[in-house]
């Protein structure tokens, strides 16, 4: 039996995925904590007595100390690394939840660690592991090489636009060159994400339907799916538990953490214009955890 730890309960994540993880094969959700400082003191003890955890912990070391594997879920992109370290550092298996942190440093350390201590991680969106994707992947051959694609998903820049990045790297995978502002309209902003000796990648985040889409135009044809938002959450737990059980991740970590290179690259390119090479993107480039995090943390207490 697997021994599962949750750190932090700021999202619907926690309601919504303990039901699945319920119902995964030799998976017992053991330990929780939260110290995301959105949800009332209160809520983490009644959290527990709702899904029957028994073991309430002060922190993410005394999870880790208990369980065999764990998920960090902290609004906070900040807080990820420094949660899921303890994972690290004790060889077990741990995912960080999208996105997994904001800036090239904290990257460069968490595939450092990752390195050092052997760990199995897995972060990201549920979008790159969804079903419609996964069929999508299935059919490569018969899709065949592929010559440019579209993909859209709504929300904001970076903690929700991470959700469409993902999900065309999610069929790709690795090999983004560089990114490339093409336009913004209102609330929706348009880029070009061109790939080494690949495909052109035109993705458009803040969309204003609540809806992600791609497309891939290949010789062959045209390929088009819609995700359904309803089954994403399943498909990546499946997928995260199949890692734990395997000590394999579906995708390198190097290939899973590109999505923030795009997406720092991206915003270099709506403020600066040209074309943003990921492999240049300074270690000063980062998104700012802060204010989402407090605006967040405030609706989730105190409504809007």
Sequence with gaps: MIRLGLIDLCTSHCEAWFPILAEMEGVEVTA?????????????????????????????????????????????????????????????????????????????????????????????????????????RARQEEIGEVATVWAQGPGDFFNYGIHTVEMFQGYLGGGALFVRHCGRQGGTDVFLCQYQDGPAVFFQLGTPHHTWLLTLNSANGVYTTTVDSGRMYRALIEKFVAAIKSGEPPWPLPVQLECIKIALAAKRARRDGGDQYLADVPEAEYFDAGPFWAEYARVRRYGK
């Design 32 to 136: 929780v904590a939260d110290t995301g400082g959105c949800r009332p003191d209160a809520f983490v003890k009644e959290y527990a007595e709702t899904f029957g955890i028994p073991n309430v912990c002060a922190n993410a070391e005394e999870v880790a100390e208990i369980t065999d594997a764990g998920i960090v879920w902290s609004t906070n992109w900040d807080f990820h690394l420094p949660h899921a370290r303890p994972y690290l550092e004790r060889g077990k298996p741990v995912f960080m939840d999208k996105p997994a942190v904001g800036n090239l440093r904290e990257l460069s350390e968490l595939l450092h660690l990752q390195a050092q201590f052997g760990s199995m991680v897995m972060t990201g969106s549920s979008a790159r592991y969804a079903y419609e994707i996964q069929e999508l």
